[in-house]
């Protein structure tokens, strides 16, 4: 059961003072289509920062009237396509999967909403609305950030040629089984009785296992 949904209006309100910021990295993305909302979005949850906590691999942006978000997917009217709105439509996405009985806009809510301003939209906009958050009296926390599941590049880097090895390796086992069988059966390492064939056959035997 989810908690009571008791500071929407109050987070509203203390939101305001950034909904017309702008980030430097990925403003650029936004032109105020539904795709350019996509786009951005698809943007965000490539990051690490953001993946490594939740690995959402895809949510959906779809034109509507207002701005809701949700676990399946956020809608975004028209004065809604700012990065201020999106990101806390992309709040609702993110809240559920880490804490489902967290309030809708609680303390968890205000929590990830701030977090992902600081990290999209920088320091200096987040500790605006930390400030807006204690004018209007927001309660924040942030139980609902996980914890990264952090894998270095250089271990992705190597587990990635470890697999392509491991698959060579199987790919050229199969052909050399392959190839060994059909020379101990056409009699080219040897003819049947004799030491080399006998010899081939243990090979053989050994490949297969």
């Excluded at 906009?125 to 250089?154: D, G, H, T, W, Y």
């Excluded at 271990?155 to 050399?176: F, G």
């Excluded at 059909?182 to 296992?209: F, M, P, T, W, Y």
Aim: with cysteine; hydrophobic share 35%.
């Amino acid at each position: 059961m989810r908690d009571r949904d008791n500071q929407r209006t109050r987070l509203y309100k203390a939101e305001s003072v950034i909904r017309k910021s702008q980030s430097d990295k990925y403003a650029k993305y936004l032109d105020g289509s539904i795709p350019s909302c996509q786009e951005y979005v698809n943007a965000l949850l490539k990051t690490a920062w953001l993946s490594r906590r939740w690995m959402v691999k895809y949510v959906q942006v779809k034109s509507g009237k207002g701005a809701r978000g949700g676990i399946n997917g956020m809608s975004l009217g028209k004065w809604a396509r700012c990065e201020a709105v999106i990101l806390h439509e992309l709040a609702h996405n993110l809240v559920p999967r880490s804490c489902p009985t967290a309030s809708a806009h609680g303390p968890e809510f205000a929590g990830v909403f701030h977090y992902l301003v600081q990290q999209v939209m920088g320091k200096e906009e987040a500790l605006k609305l930390k400030a807006s958050f204690k004018e209007n009296k927001v309660r924040m926390n942030r139980k609902a950030i996980p914890s990264p599941q952090f894998i270095s590049e250089r271990k992705q880097e190597t587990e990635r040629r470890k697999y392509k090895s491991e698959a060579l390796d199987k790919t050229a086992l199969v052909i050399l089984r392959t190839y060994f069988e059909r020379a101990v059966k056409s009699g080219l390492l040897g003819e049947v009785g004799s030491k080399s064939r006998n010899d081939a056959r243990k090979i053989l035997r050994q490949l297969s296992k």
